[in-house]
């Protein structure tokens, strides 16, 4: 396959009273994530119509990426942070990169 970038979604529904704890530890670990050698980004969006409710874009350079961010520090310390702070647990879908091809990146 030409276009080897694998990408996750991780969906996530915050508690409303957490929205901005949920925030600040969501970006501080996004800052510590896009320098690691294995992601290529690491984006951070929030709804609109639902404050409440984010989606972490994260672009890997190879499938063994995801396992090594989850062993770094930064993670560790993001999931331990926002754990009591979600509505209900996060999702994943895992996806692979279609376009722009991966030098777009």
């Known amino acids: ?25 969501t970006l501080d670990n ?7 050698p294995g992601i290529a980004r690491f984006d ?3 709804d ?4 409440a409710r984010f989606v972490l874009v994260e672009v890997y350079t190879n499938k063994e990426a995801p396992a090594a961010h ?8 993001w999931r331990d942070t926002v754990a009591d702070m979600m509505a209900e647990p996060r999702t ?4 692979v990169n279609v ?5 777009g990146y």
């Open 99 to 103: 376009f722009p091809d991966d030098a």
């Open 44 to 46: 951070v969006v929030q």
């Open 30 to 36: 996004a800052s510590a994530s896009v320098k690691e």
């Open 1 to 25: 396959m030409p276009n080897s970038l694998f990408i996750v979604h991780v969906h996530v529904h915050v508690k409303p009273e957490h929205i901005d704890a949920f925030r600040q530890a």
């Open 48 to 51: 609109i119509e639902d404050p």
């Open 70 to 77: 989850k062993e770094t520090e930064h993670y560790k310390r």
């Open 92 to 95: 994943g879908r895992r996806y």
